[in-house]
């Protein structure tokens, strides 16, 4: 099963152009991931020592996990989405973005809603 969550467009830029202002360099940046956390009824976006929470419709929560190089392209490319909300969804390997599909062998998704600590 999928995480899957639809949240305002306006909010979600908001949430990764201030996440990717706090990323490290790309040369410093090893094999850290970025967490998307979805609970209830809000996703909570951490990476490295900091987060950023919005509200979301959730279909499916659960933990998805994707490297720092994939949640770049992932803000580079919703710069260019309009609208007012987008649909995410995760699965192992994939993320699909409205009707785009993001592939990388390090996505990884937990489907049972638990908390997640910075530390993992």
């Known amino acids: 099963m999928d995480v899957e969550f639809i949240v305002r467009l306006s909010e979600l830029k908001s949430a990764f152009r201030?996440?990717?202002?706090?990323?490290?360099?790309?040369?410093?940046?090893?094999a850290e991931f970025v967490l998307f956390n979805v609970g209830e009824s809000s996703l909570e976006i951490l990476v490295q020592?900091?987060?950023?929470?919005?509200?979301?419709?959730?279909?499916h929560p659960g933990l998805a996990r994707v490297p720092i190089s994939v949640f770049r392209g992932i803000a580079r490319a919703i710069r260019f989405?309009?609208?007012?909300?987008?649909?995410?969804?995760?699965?192992?390997?994939?993320?699909?973005?409205?009707?785009?599909?993001?592939?990388?062998?390090?996505?990884?998704?937990l489907t049972t809603h638990t908390s997640v600590s910075q530390d993992h």
């Not at 201030?18 to 090893?30: F, I, N, V």
């Open 18 to 30: 201030r996440l990717s202002a706090r990323l490290p360099d790309e040369s410093e940046a090893g």
């Open 49 to 59: 020592e900091t987060a950023e929470g919005v509200t979301a419709a959730v279909v």
């Open 81 to 109: 989405y309009r609208g007012t909300s987008i649909r995410f969804a995760f699965s192992p390997e994939a993320l699909r973005i409205n009707q785009t599909r993001f592939r990388h062998p390090s996505i990884s998704v």
